[in-house]
């Protein structure tokens, strides 16, 4: 299993031990935000090295902002009219990196909105009253800080970037010529029809496979922990074809 949480890697010491532990394979990662177009584009970057002191600065970074980000979030939703504070995320979500997910769970746990999706809709989604806009880097420059890391760059469920035909083509493009090796193409999200096309833009333009549940804990509660919805599965050939490449792009 690859542990590639939201722009940290805060967790991947834990991970490693209780792995070691387990008898599991773990390939230490991270899920870098990044913005093309418009749109939110999640670059996972497998192998990577915690240490890196670029990577490290970025990531530091991205968590400092996200903790103001939060309270202004908060701030907003205080003037809609919502009985929330910072103080009251905290302890309901101890040890976690808050995020929307977390803000909107709260909302609906506490009985002042009916489910996470309609949050999202009318208060915390992109351009929504009490969103706020959070520092990006481009698809490619997530690919270059990633190899520049140790690790292999892989575009993620590439469908849930909601690019028209031919942008998501470009991306792909300019993320290969920066070096990414593979595309997520196996995903708890994706139609047959999904997984299909996706299977096709990875066998034309020369990339490899990855596959991913997108577990994400209490705050995606359909999803378990490698099978998805139930029916998600992932060959080991993936792995195997994505270690060799970075075996062989690091030797």
């Not at 976690?96 to 909302?107: D, E, F, G, P, Q």
């Not at 990855?210 to 060959?235: A, E, M, R």
Request: net charge negative.
């Amino acid at each position: 299993m690859a542990l590639t949480d939201h722009d940290t890697m805060d967790g991947i010491e834990e991970a490693e031990a209780a792995a070691k532990e387990l008898g599991i394979e773990l390939i230490p990662g991270v899920e870098i935000s990044t913005e093309y177009h418009g749109r939110e584009i999640h670059v996972l970057g497998y192998y990577v090295s915690q240490e890196y002191p670029r990577m490290k600065a970025m990531l530091e970074e991205f968590r400092d902002f996200r903790t103001t980000r939060n309270e202004r979030m908060v701030e907003r939703l205080q003037k809609e009219g919502f009985s929330i504070t910072m103080d009251a995320l905290l302890e309901k979500f101890p040890d976690s990196v808050l995020t929307r997910a977390h803000v909107a769970r709260y909302l609906c746990e506490t009985g002042q909105l009916p489910d996470i999706r309609t949050v999202f809709a009318k208060y915390l989604g992109e351009n929504c009253c009490c969103y706020i806009q959070r520092p990006k880097i481009s698809p490619v420059e997530a690919v270059t800080l990633i190899l520049e890391a140790g690790g292999i760059a892989v575009l993620a469920h590439p469908v849930l970037c909601n690019l028209p035909e031919d942008e998501l083509r470009q991306m792909i493009v300019e993320m290969k010529q920066a070096g990414m090796c593979g595309l997520e193409a196996v995903y708890s999200e994706n139609t047959a029809e999904d997984e299909a096309h996706m299977r096709g833009l990875a066998e034309e333009y020369g990339l490899l496979l990855s596959g991913g549940s997108d577990f994400h804990g209490n705050n995606k509660p359909d999803i378990k922990l490698g099978v998805g919805k139930g029916n998600l599965f992932i060959p080991y050939a993936f792995l195997q074809d994505l270690k060799e490449h970075w075996k062989q792009a690091h030797e």
